[in-house]
């Protein structure tokens, strides 16, 4: 039973790219304080992807590093806050599921590249199970996330300006939240994991902050965290997590940082006519970009 619980927490910390039960519990109760019900969906989540992992015989290692769960994980909330109805929570746990298998598939696929998989298979599952919501009559797409056509749009850069804001739901967004108490905890989920990784989440919000409003975004975007939460990331994996003692990597993780943000806007307007959110894929392109160039550029 503590295995089950250890795992299932750590596949929660390995969304913020950490292996820490403990972080995983921070982030857990982050999760819970702004919504028990998406704290109950995070949970279960993980521990449905971690069983499936080891039910069929995955790597013991992988499983235990929590990679069967974080995928897991962003589907089941993702679903359960982007679709409507009482069936929304069965879907996001049967996503949740599904998820892990699409996960062993990519792990598979991406082998020989030694490139990590990242949220992709999230990402695949959750764009899928949204655009079929036009097909079934038993799945029920969120009013927010309504086609809009890309003739009559329209930049609104009017806002308030907020800089603390857009630090604090920067982080809260990897997890489709806008509330402070959780985005501070979130924080010191990655301090506890190791002060590198506080710090680099912090220099990366702050570097798309600074990329998103000089770039003449929407305001409204920027501080609600929706240009910030990418570039966490990105800066994680680039310039911590892969970093391979590569010489330049805290700069090549702020250049992924900032690189995120036009590949938001655009990953943004072309989903635009499908109604659909880029979720994490500018990380993953971002992170990807950089991750395979250091297999040439070994000193990046």
Not at 129 to 137: A, G, Q
Not at 230 to 256: K, P
Request: hydrophobic letters at 55%; a neutral charge; proline letters at 4%.
């Amino acid at each position: 039973m503590n295995w089950v619980i250890v795992t299932t927490l750590k596949g929660i910390s390995q969304v913020m790219l950490i292996e820490n039960a403990v972080s995983g519990f921070m982030i857990l109760a982050a999760i819970t304080i702004a919504s028990y019900s998406l704290g109950i969906v995070a949970f279960l989540s993980s521990l449905i992807g971690t069983l499936i992992g080891k039910i069929g015989g995955a790597n013991d290692e992988s499983i235990n590093q929590g990679l069967f769960g974080y995928n897991s994980v962003l589907a089941g909330m993702a679903l359960s806050l982007f679709l409507t109805g009482n069936n929304r929570w069965l879907i996001a746990l049967a996503a949740a599921a599904i998820v892990a298998f699409v996960t062993a598939a990519m792990m598979h696929f991406m082998r020989q590249s030694n490139i990590p998989i990242l949220t992709f298979p999230y990402i695949l599952l959750t764009w899928f199970l949204l655009l079929t919501t036009y097909r079934f009559v038993s799945l029920n797409i969120s009013p927010a996330l309504k086609p809009q056509s890309l003739s009559n749009w329209t930049l609104d850069i009017e806002g308030e300006i907020n800089w603390v804001d857009g630090i604090a739901n920067g982080i809260g967004q990897i997890f489709f939240l806008d509330y402070t108490p959780s985005s501070v905890l979130f924080f010191i989920a990655l301090f506890w994991a190791g002060w590198r990784m506080g710090l680099y989440a912090i220099v990366g919000n702050v570097a798309a902050l600074l990329t998103a409003y000089g770039l003449g975004g929407e305001y409204s975007l920027i501080f609600a965290g929706l240009y910030g939460y990418n570039a966490i990331l990105a800066i994680l994996a680039v310039s911590a997590v892969f970093q391979e003692n590569s010489r330049y990597g805290l700069l090549t993780g702020i250049i992924a940082a900032c690189l995120t943000v036009p590949i938001t806007a655009s990953i943004d307007t072309w989903l635009l006519p499908l109604g659909l959110p880029p979720l994490t894929m500018p990380f993953v392109l971002s992170s990807w970009i950089f991750l395979a160039a250091r297999k040439i550029l070994p000193q990046i």
